[in-house]
């Protein structure tokens, strides 16, 4: 490790000392910077010395021919081209890297490329690729270095949902592309959902002429109406088994294998449409599932339902030669088996104590298929549930619970954990950011991951395989917005996956993808690397301190607190801004005389209970409000989109305390409520604000209803109480819960919550 620090420090001498910068990503095994340049133009060779590496050169020929229109030409190893100024790729069996490791030399007067394997070449050539400079065109000077380079994990993969939203083969072919040049070597395609049904199989044509048309879509996010609204418009798509014998080719050519996703027993209502005999209820008359979310339809399983699904393996098998096929296995609801006599009667036969052990009988059955068939199953963490099968591989997702308890039963594992893999989630302000399932998911929360859980042993972390990205397309009607949620936050999972353990450092990190990111050129990905974000501290006598923080460290800060737009001449950030009353800042990025995408606008509101102490007379869940500062830490929740400045209070009535600290004028107290009626967020009944000197005897109580109409879109409720010339030390604010949802509600009889923001006292 020691060795590698030197490199990496040798490294940022030579940034200093030449034009030339290298920003790679991953960052290698093993990197020194030299003295010089290779200059590549038209005239430049790539020389190969063996024929089974030639469509690896002619792969790489024709991506540097796209990125700056420089034709290489290549051919094949001669005496005379070998004094040449040259590109050379070299297979050398002693090489003892592994199968995608290599060596690269450059030098003023050759480029050499070393591995034992077409694969290992192959990111050696992705390597030569970023060290053009981006932006070149005609001829280019690529840094002079000498890299030892291998994996981390053998694992490294991107997974895309197509049952959601159908995306066009051209743009797999783009996201495979991606995933190779970030050294990425598995696709994981979703092709199965409630939603729709994306791959076509011969023996049942239904399964595409019905199950991959879906008649319409939610409007706005899940939770945003009541009751929720459709948009009317026919979602329909897939592949057939051309353009997937034509992708799959597509991928072996960047070392990518492409491992089918089949989804059972659940997420199986395209497929019950189209073949309702499969589903427990074949009289219910299944459609194409045009809501987001589970389905409670799920595969039956009979003999009927795995001949079908032995069919469509069948020809999934032909198609994808990969080892691995992903079944699913996740967030399989229980209630049609539960109310299913067959399955039942089939549970007592085969001693099954519950419905978990199906779901493992179930499982079992399609992995002994397939384990026939020369294949192994992958499946989501609920396949350990009931018993996992015997060789399958878990594919972590709740957390790193379902890793870490498979690696110990000496089963292999993948880590995408929803916290930290899942690209679905918002990288930035969600008031101002596209449309989402929910969650944050910062650039650097993700580059921060670390795969290996610490509770694993030596021995039981060679389990682990590797790590994945997802990337579910609820949100993502397009390819554009697929490519705006996943990049650059797939190129952080990409190095994390690749770069040894213990080295990752995410301001160099952020450094050279910011030098990467023109190399995207085509891509619509996410400026979000610079972002400001905001936090607020104590200040003395009642001010408000405002931090301020970016990733980018090249950039500065410059902002303004009277509401007009920053520019180059206004104030830089230097340290926390101090307020002496309600403000909006607003802030911008800035380098070299230019503004470089990074904004903040948020108002901070400063009033008499601003970080004061509060307790509550009712407890609460222990999530909703960890430290007991959210109602006066001076920040409002802006959006019901997210709920990060939120207090939930869930299935009680709240009793809250503020502390002023001393006998004050009390003229106003102002609240805001969530009204999410769809996800059991009830505004509350009624709402007492009451006011007290000694924190005993509280007098000037108001009481009022909160109204609303329970239809309609999510909204944020305020509640102000006016005291006029009041005086006091304590603030108590009582919400009565609005009990449990409505006869006519999907969640009829169960208990709601509410959610509350900043306690303003003026």
Aim: contains cysteine.
């Amino acid at each position: 490790m020691k060795h590698l620090l030197f490199l990496l420090l040798l490294s940022s001498t030579v940034f200093a000392q030449s034009e030339n910068e290298y920003n790679l990503i991953p960052f290698p095994a093993r990197f020194s910077g030299q003295n010089g340049q290779f200059s590549l133009s038209a005239t430049t060779r790539i020389v190969v010395s063996d024929p089974t590496v030639k469509a690896v050169a002619q792969t790489f020929a024709s991506q540097v021919k796209a990125a700056t229109g420089i034709t290489l030409t290549v051919a094949s190893a001669s005496p005379a081209l070998a004094k040449g100024a040259n590109i050379f790729f070299t297979l050398n069996k002693k090489l003892t890297l592994g199968d995608e490791g290599y060596k690269l030399t450059v030098t003023p007067t050759r480029v050499l490329a070393e591995a034992s394997t077409p694969k290992g070449l192959f990111y050696a050539a992705q390597t030569i690729r970023q060290l053009i400079p981006a932006g070149a065109s005609s001829t280019a000077a690529l840094p002079a270095c000498a890299i030892t380079d291998k994996p981390r994990f053998g694992y490294r993969g991107l997974m895309l949902d197509v049952g959601r939203h159908f995306m066009p083969v051209a743009f797999v072919k783009k996201f495979i592309d991606l995933m190779a040049m970030h050294k990425q070597n598995t696709f994981h395609w979703h092709l199965t959902e409630d939603q729709g049904w994306r791959i076509e199989i011969k023996k049942y044509p239904k399964l595409t002429q019905i199950g991959s048309k879906r008649a319409e879509s939610i409007v706005g996010q899940y939770y945003q109406n009541y009751p929720q609204q459709f948009d009317g418009k026919p979602v329909s798509g897939f592949y057939t088994q051309e353009e997937i014998k034509d992708v799959v080719r597509y991928a072996q050519s960047r070392f990518v294998t492409i491992i089918p996703e089949i989804e059972m027993p659940g997420h199986a209502q395209a497929a019950l449409a189209a073949y309702p005999e499969l589903g427990c209820d074949p009289a219910k008359g299944y459609q194409v599932f045009t809501k987001w979310g589970v389905s409670e339809d799920v595969y039956c399983p009979s003999e009927k339902t795995f001949t079908f699904l032995q069919d469509v393996l069948t020809e999934v098998i032909a198609l994808f030669p990969g080892k691995y096929i992903h079944i699913g296995g996740d967030e399989c609801p229980k209630t049609a088996w539960k109310q299913s006599a067959f399955c039942q009667e089939l549970m007592k036969k085969n001693n099954l104590k519950d419905e978990h052990e199906l779901q493992s009988y179930f499982i079992r059955r399609v992995e002994k298929f397939l384990n026939s068939k020369g294949r192994s199953i992958i499946g989501w963490d609920e396949i350990l549930e009931g018993g996992l099968a015997p060789n399958a591989t878990v594919m972590s997702w709740r957390g790193t619970e379902g890793g870490i308890a498979a690696a110990k039963q000496k089963h292999n594992v993948i880590m995408t954990p929803g916290g930290t893999c899942y690209l679905d989630h918002y990288q930035g302000n969600p008031a101002t950011e596209p449309l989402a399932i929910g969650g944050y998911l910062p650039l650097d929360k993700v580059y921060g991951y670390e795969p290996m859980p610490t509770e694993l042993t030596d021995a039981e972390q060679k389990y682990v395989l590797g790590v994945q990205g997802n990337i579910w397309t609820e949100y993502m009607p397009t390819s554009e917005s697929v490519e705006y949620m996943a990049f650059p936050r797939a190129i952080a999972l990409a190095e994390i996956g690749w770069m040894q353990a213990g080295t990752h450092n995410f301001e160099d990190f952020s450094q050279r993808l910011k030098n990467h990111l023109p190399r995207l050129k085509n891509v619509n990905y996410a400026k979000r690397l610079f972002d400001i974000t905001a936090s607020t501290q104590a200040g003395d006598q009642g001010q408000i301190q405002v931090v301020l923080k970016k990733l980018d460290s090249d950039s500065r800060i410059v902002y303004t607190t009277n509401g007009k737009e920053p520019n180059e001449q206004s104030p830089e950030y230097i340290g926390p801004i101090t307020l002496t009353k309600t403000t909006t800042i607003r802030a911008k990025t800035w380098t070299g005389g230019q503004p470089t995408g990074g904004q903040l606008t948020q108002t901070f509101v400063l009033h008499k209970g601003k970080n004061k102490p509060y307790t509550y007379g009712t407890p609460l869940d222990k999530y909703s409000d960890p430290k007991s500062s959210k109602l006066t830490d001076g920040v409002r929740g802006d959006t019901p989109r997210s709920r990060q400045e939120w207090v939930n209070v869930y299935g009680n009535d709240m009793d809250v305390t503020l502390d002023l600290g001393n006998v004050t004028s009390v003229t106003k107290v102002s609240l805001n409520f969530l009204k999410v009626i769809l996800e059991k967020g009830f505004p509350p009944k009624s709402v007492e604000i009451a006011l007290s000197k000694d924190g005993s005897d509280f007098k000037e109580a108001i009481a009022q209803p909160v109204v609303y109409e329970l239809n309609g879109p999510w909204a944020i409720l305020p509640v102000v109480a006016d005291f006029k010339t009041a005086r006091a030390r304590y603030v108590r604010i009582r919400a009565k819960n609005a009990g449990v949802c409505p006869p006519e509600h999907p969640n009829a009889g169960e208990k709601t919550w509410f959610s509350i923001d900043e306690i303003v006292v003026e």
